[in-house]
């Protein structure tokens, strides 16, 4: 019965392994065994069969529970060996055994299990009948998961009713086309999604009907409807459908390529210069005929050929494997010298060919070209040189926003310390705007006309760093330029170079930085001569240098010789008058950037934006500022628009004020406060913000409230 029920199931062409639903074998039989110790064996298993093996673990064949049941029934002494018994034939495949090959081996031999041995013949697992049934039941998925995988990969919708006409399958397309999506329609009937679908008219007629037009949310489809028939009968329909649109895009789509393939073959004839495109193998695929002049060969022999038949010293192949461009390489055929390149076709990240063109088919022209090549170069190296030394900075000491106690306290030292020639050290946390006020430094000072250097000293990697700052010499490394390159401190001359994050400086150029900084001079790497420069220092850095000096990892001199003037750029927590300044000043800026139009921030957000701390600073606050004009929709900046950590904030509340102990309501002594406070401050708003121990933008909602001007 259960081979002639395998035998209706289709699954000869299942590559299921038996290794994926066998059970594995937790232990075996063997002679030594008594009887007693056999069924106990076969206890522990849970199973009525197990293999019998050898004293080398070797399969004997297998022995069934009930022979060793029938044997104790029959007067068999518990204690005899199971050699007494006569093992079974046992059907083995191996592991990697597909699921087909094994049942066609189970309908051969008419047996129900199966051992799965190693490749030593050692027993593995059993194929029981639960096991095959569960094997089963993993392909069937696999198969209907594949299935369902298809009907949502392909380009055409697909709608599947059932023989009552309700809608059982809806794909992506379909979803698409409708607009609508599957869980909207599975379940219902197709008339209410689609009336003139006729698939009733195909459920009940059996009729098969080809390139139907129909219109679906004014889109053009074309439909095919066609019955589903199983064992005999119709069981439903299916309808697959596809937006003709598409089609006249495709087909105008060709006419562009056709006329792009027009204009390709015309530049591609050009007696001036030979091309050869080859294909991911070699082979030639194009080729103009300059290249065939030159190879004195004709389309024919040439197109569908690989191309070191051709040529065989050619690089092409090289560059399939490499993915390199090569420019300006000498190559030469029939003992005649040119100019070529040579570089990869690329698409979606795949090299699938190359192409070589002559770029001189005359050697002599192409020394004439690049002499004049050269002198170019030379004439624009100096440019740049002089536009180095007429670039100067955009900000002034009064560009710094801030009105507050501490900034106006500080632009005054700025300003002091712009008509200084002394070198310059900024510290501050991250964010607070340093590069910032070194410009407005070198802005406001005497050397304004002369350039303003920035490095990075973090930003570029040690071994670099020394060249980078003093230049180097013709030939001292692989790689150097010739004539050399000037270094950041020779570029600065007469002006200013900025050192951004210099408690980052390695040790090593700590001790050379040292020596510009005392005695104005320094020598190229790699060559003799000394420069001296005339260059005003502005260093600047987030990190505590003294705190580094204690540690060893910062040069106690060179501190000294940097923190001449010191100026500690306050963080944005300690300024917070002037946060609606700041925030002004941001949103004008981004809004001409990126083109928004948000004017102000409700007052909701400027109470948030004032309870927060601001860790980054100016630049966490121009971050969030940004992040909310990608956001909002019109001209005001609300808590909906805020990060979720900053809406946060806005869900405290102040604490319960104290009793009022003049008898009036908390609300005319809050006003009367706020007047009195305004009336001693002489209309100051920030003095009275200070004595009311509020924020600016508290105070002027109280003002707007209470009607107070």
């Known amino acids: 019965?259960?081979?002639?029920?395998?035998?209706?199931?289709?699954?000869?062409?299942?590559?299921?392994?038996?290794?994926?639903?066998?059970?594995?074998?937790?232990?075996?039989?063997?002679?030594?065994?008594?009887?007693?110790?056999?069924?106990?064996?076969?206890?522990?298993?849970?199973?009525?069969?197990?293999?019998?093996?050898?004293?080398?673990?070797?399969?004997?064949?297998?022995?069934?529970?009930?022979?060793?049941?029938?044997?104790?029934?029959?007067?068999?002494?518990?204690?005899?060996?199971?050699?007494?018994?006569?093992?079974?034939?046992?059907?083995?495949?191996?592991?990697?055994?597909?699921?087909?090959d094994m049942i066609e081996s189970v309908q051969k031999y008419g047996t129900e299990t199966v051992v799965v041995v190693s490749e030593k013949g050692a027993p593995i697992g059993m194929i029981t009948p639960r096991d095959l049934v569960g094997g089963s039941i993993m392909q069937v998925g696999d198969t209907l998961d594949k299935v369902i995988a298809v009907l949502e990969s392909v380009y055409n919708g697909i709608l599947v009713v059932d023989y009552n006409g309700i809608i059982t399958c809806f794909n992506r397309t379909a979803e698409r086309v409708f607009n609508k999506?599957?869980?909207?329609?599975i379940g219902t009937n197709v008339a209410s999604l689609l009336?003139?679908?006729?698939?009733?008219?195909?459920?009940?007629?059996?009729?098969?009907?080809?390139?139907?037009?129909?219109?679906?949310?004014?889109?053009?489809?074309?439909?095919?409807?066609?019955?589903?028939?199983?064992?005999?009968?119709?069981?439903?329909?299916?309808?697959?459908?596809?937006?003709?649109?598409?089609?006249?895009?495709?087909?105008?789509?060709?006419d562009h390529v056709k006329k792009l393939k027009t204009t390709l073959e015309t530049v591609i004839?050009?007696?001036?210069?030979?091309?050869?495109?080859?294909?991911?193998?070699?082979?030639?695929?194009?080729?103009?005929?300059?290249?065939?002049?030159?190879?004195?060969?004709?389309?024919?022999?040439?197109?569908?050929?690989?191309?070191?038949?051709?040529?065989?010293?050619?690089?092409?192949p090289n560059i399939l494997e490499s993915g390199e461009t090569r420019v300006g390489e000498v190559w030469k055929v029939n003992d005649q010298e040119m100019l070529v390149t040579r570089g990869p076709i690329i698409k979606d990240g795949k090299v699938i060919g190359a192409i070589k063109k002559t770029l001189f088919t005359d050697m002599h022209l192409a020394k004439l070209v690049a002499r004049k090549l050269v002198k170019v170069e030379n004439e624009l190296e100096t440019y740049k040189q002089e536009l180095k030394k007429m670039y100067t900075c955009r900000y002034t000491i009064d560009d710094l926003v801030g009105d507050s106690e501490v900034m106006v306290e500080f632009k005054r030292f700025a300003r002091r310390a712009a008509l200084s020639r002394s070198?310059?050290?900024?510290?501050?946390?991250?964010?607070?705007?340093?590069?910032?006020?070194?410009?407005?430094?070198?802005?406001?000072?005497?050397?304004?006309?002369?350039?303003?250097?920035?490095?990075?000293?973090?930003?570029?990697?040690?071994?670099?760093?020394?060249?980078?700052?003093?230049?180097?010499?013709?030939?001292?490394?692989?790689?150097?330029?010739?004539?050399?390159?000037?270094?950041?401190?020779?570029?600065?001359?007469?002006?200013?170079?900025?050192?951004d994050e210099i408690g980052d400086m390695p040790p090593a150029m700590q001790a050379k930085l040292l020596r510009v900084l005392q005695e104005r001079e320094f020598e190229r790497l790699g060559g003799t001569e000394t420069i001296r420069?005339?260059?005003?220092?502005?260093?600047?850095?987030?990190?505590?240098?003294?705190?580094?000096?204690?540690?060893?990892?910062?040069?106690?001199?060179?501190?000294?010789?940097?923190?001449?003037?010191?100026?500690?750029?306050?963080?944005?927590?300690?300024?917070?008058?002037?946060?609606?300044?700041?925030?002004?000043?941001?949103?004008?800026?981004?809004?001409?950037?990126?083109?928004?139009?948000?004017?102000?921030?409700?007052?909701?957000?400027?109470?948030?934006?004032?309870?927060?701390?601001?860790?980054?600073?100016?630049?966490?606050?121009?971050?969030?500022?940004?992040?909310?004009?990608?956001?909002?929709?019109?001209?005001?900046?609300?808590?909906?628009?805020?990060?979720?950590h900053l809406r946060k904030l806005s869900r405290g509340t102040p604490p319960a004020a104290d009793a009022n102990p003049s008898g009036r309501t908390l609300a005319e002594m809050e006003k009367w406060m706020i007047f009195e406070a305004l009336r001693n401050a002489q209309g100051n708003k920030s003095v009275a913000c200070k004595v009311l121990n509020i924020p600016r933008s508290v105070l002027y909602r109280k003002l707007h409230k209470y009607g107070i001007t």
């Not at 209706?8 to 937790?26: G, N, T, W, Y």
């Not at 400027?606 to 606050?621: A, K, Q, S, T």
């Open 533 to 644: 420069v005339d260059t005003r220092v502005i260093a600047a850095t987030n990190r505590k240098l003294l705190k580094l000096v204690q540690a060893g990892q910062f040069r106690e001199d060179l501190y000294y010789r940097l923190n001449v003037i010191s100026l500690e750029v306050p963080p944005l927590r300690e300024r917070m008058e002037d946060l609606e300044m700041l925030i002004d000043y941001i949103l004008q800026r981004l809004n001409q950037e990126i083109g928004a139009t948000v004017s102000e921030v409700s007052p909701e957000v400027l109470d948030v934006f004032h309870r927060h701390d601001w860790p980054g600073n100016i630049r966490e606050l121009e971050n969030v500022l940004e992040r909310c004009l990608n956001t909002v929709d019109g001209h005001i900046i609300r808590l909906k628009h805020l990060p979720t």
């Open 423 to 499: 070198t310059v050290l900024i510290t501050g946390e991250s964010g607070t705007g340093k590069e910032v006020v070194a410009h407005a430094i070198h802005r406001d000072s005497h050397r304004q006309q002369g350039p303003f250097i920035k490095v990075n000293c973090a930003a570029i990697p040690e071994p670099l760093l020394e060249s980078e700052l003093f230049g180097y010499e013709e030939g001292a490394f692989t790689g150097a330029k010739k004539r050399g390159k000037p270094g950041k401190f020779e570029l600065a001359h007469q002006g200013t170079i900025f050192l």
């Open 181 to 185: 999506k599957a869980r909207e329609v």
């Open 269 to 316: 004839e050009n007696p001036f210069e030979g091309v050869v495109v080859v294909d991911d193998q070699g082979i030639v695929t194009l080729v103009n005929q300059t290249y065939l002049d030159m190879l004195g060969r004709s389309k024919g022999e040439v197109v569908g050929r690989h191309i070191r038949e051709l040529t065989p010293e050619s690089q092409l």
């Open 1 to 100: 019965m259960y081979s002639r029920r395998l035998r209706e199931i289709h699954f000869s062409k299942c590559r299921l392994d038996v290794a994926q639903f066998m059970s594995p074998l937790a232990s075996c039989l063997n002679n030594e065994l008594t009887l007693e110790e056999g069924l106990r064996k076969f206890v522990e298993a849970g199973t009525h069969i197990l293999p019998l093996v050898d004293e080398q673990g070797g399969l004997l064949g297998t022995i069934d529970m009930r022979s060793v049941v029938a044997r104790l029934l029959d007067g068999g002494e518990a204690g005899s060996r199971l050699s007494s018994l006569m093992a079974n034939p046992a059907v083995t495949c191996p592991p990697n055994t597909h699921m087909g």
């Open 195 to 254: 009336p003139e679908s006729r698939l009733n008219e195909v459920l009940s007629t059996g009729e098969t009907h080809v390139n139907q037009r129909c219109q679906i949310n004014d889109l053009t489809i074309l439909m095919n409807r066609a019955p589903i028939n199983r064992q005999g009968y119709i069981s439903g329909a299916v309808a697959t459908f596809q937006d003709i649109t598409e089609f006249e895009n495709i087909s105008e789509e060709l």
